[in-house]
């Protein structure tokens, strides 16, 4: 591979069938996570398939194999990439091998795990949500070091592989190791961000949104007990009455609007695209504040920014249609917005509830809010690289409204970048984790040369040629 960019695919260039062909085996592996699955079980099926990627990996990327360290915790792999001067981290890419079931298997156009390629998409669970990223990174360092590129700093690459199930077993112990190590990166990038087309509101050309961190994670269990017995007799509050008015109190009283720094950084990015009313507005955006929330605040999509939002997701209760429940309980999801905390969520539900009998606590995994919010110093760095791949979009900022291994590593980099620069449209996201999830040749074309771009980046001045240090 030459490292002159000129020399590089065009934009729009799809990839070849070979590249095609190395994801779709990765996608045949049946990597799924499962909350109640034992993933270190040697005999288990899930075992075998992680290896079976394991191997594919070994064998499709030689060179990063012979050339870059590699450590295992469990399935979840960390390469060392030694810089030319491995006295700092240049930067730590994440990404994960792990990838959600698929349960509809008769509203998928082709099987879920049958890796199909056609020419024009790559089909099957993971070609989004995460192994396209997986194998995009492999892609570019590969090439990378075919010609001869070494980063000036040492890099990092950490794949996960329990990350849809909060990555305690993969992620974690990587970012512990690091921290031993005293890592201290200039640049973490992970999944969160793409780029996406036709969503956002009055602005005509695809928007590149750039995440900056993430939202908090809280389940919040509301349970109640009261005397069974016969239907024909109820008292005048059954179980799953007081639970239910609990549990509709907290949906019709969400937390409070609020527009935080960073939504203020991507509604300035964005402004010069927007209607002539729409930049007026925003022209003042700091006393119009709350026009603002309220505005963002009419789709979920955009709400998201701009509040705590309030998920119920599960209700229990009852054993029979003719005796009263002895017990009832509910689950309720809250995202996190920075500002807010997980015990402000807990004081937020008790305050709301007002009803003693009705008990309120924390269930399993919590997480708080991101808190370095704000573009740093390499943020500029991906964002061009971001112009260079996609010459046509807006580049913005933004919050990851979901859960990522990111966030086990927020305190070992300066700057972080949640993205990737694929194209998607409303019917595309709704793939992932969905039906039919698939990659356009061109989307994983893209992916990859902004890997191999990013690491020409991190390269030392007189091998890219450019006089680009850092």
């Known amino acids: 591979m030459s490292t002159n960019v000129e020399s590089r695919p065009s934009p729009g260039d799809p990839v070849d069938d070979a590249t095609a062909e190395r994801l779709a085996v990765a996608l045949r592996c049946v990597t799924v996570s499962r909350e109640e699955t034992d993933t270190t079980d040697p005999d288990s099926s899930l075992d075998a398939e992680f290896n079976r990627l394991g191997a594919h990996l070994e064998q499709s990327f030689p060179r990063v194999h012979a050339e870059l360290e590699l450590e295992k915790f469990g399935h979840s792999r960390l390469y060392t990439w030694r810089g030319t001067d491995d006295t700092r981290t240049a930067a730590v890419l994440l990404a994960h091998q792990d990838v959600v079931p698929a349960e509809d298997l008769a509203g998928w156009t082709h099987p879920p795990f049958a890796g199909v390629v056609d020419q024009e998409f790559i089909w099957g669970r993971g070609a989004i949500d995460d192994k396209s990223r997986v194998l995009a990174i492999l892609e570019a360092a590969e090439s990378a070091l075919a010609a001869g590129l070494r980063p000036r700093h040492t890099v990092y690459l950490a794949f996960g592989h329990d990350e849809e199930v909060f990555g305690d077993a993969g992620a974690v112990r990587m970012a512990a190791r690091l921290r031993e190590r ?34 908090g994670y809280a389940t919040v269990r509301l349970s109640v007990s009261e005397t069974g017995g016969h239907s024909s007799m109820p008292g005048r509050q059954t179980a799953i009455g007081r639970l239910a008015r609990a549990v509709s109190r907290i949906q019709d009283h969400p937390m409070p609007l609020r527009v935080t720094p960073v939504v203020t950084d991507m509604l300035a990015r964005l402004r010069p695209y927007l209607p002539a009313t729409k930049r007026r507005l925003l022209g003042f955006a700091g006393a119009a504040a709350p026009v603002v929330a309220r505005i963002m605040a ?18 229990r209760g009852g054993v029979k249609p003719n005796v ?20 402000s969520v807990l004081a937020h539900c008790r305050r709301t509830v007002r009803d003693s009998r009705v008990r309120i606590e924390l269930v399993g995994m919590s997480t708080e809010p991101s808190t370095g919010t704000r573009p740093g110093p390499l943020f500029d760095m991906i964002a061009d690289i971001t112009r260079q791949v996609a010459p046509e979009v807006a580049v913005t900022t933004g919050l990851v409204p979901g859960a990522t291994d990111s966030r086990h590593y927020d305190d070992l980099a300066g700057t972080r970048c949640n993205f990737a620069p694929i194209r998607l449209t409303a019917a595309d996201l ?21 890997n191999r771009r990013l690491f020409t980046a991190l390269a030392e001045p007189e091998q890219t040629g450019t006089g680009r240090g850092r």
């Open 298 to 315: 009419a789709t979920p999509q955009t709400e998201a920014l701009v509040r705590t939002t309030t998920a119920p997701t599960v209700i």
């Open 430 to 450: 709704e793939r992932i984790h969905g039906n039919d999830e698939r990659l356009s040749r061109v989307n994983y074309a893209r992916l990859i040369e902004f």
């Open 324 to 343: 009263l429940p002895q017990q009832a309980e509910a689950l309720v999801n809250f995202r996190i917005l920075p500002g807010d905390s997980v015990d």
């Open 182 to 215: 005293g890592v201290r990166a200039e640049l973490l990038l992970d999944e969160g961000g793409v780029i996406t087309d036709g969503i956002v509101d009055d602005v005509r050309v695809p928007v590149a949104t750039i995440m900056l961190g993430e939202k």
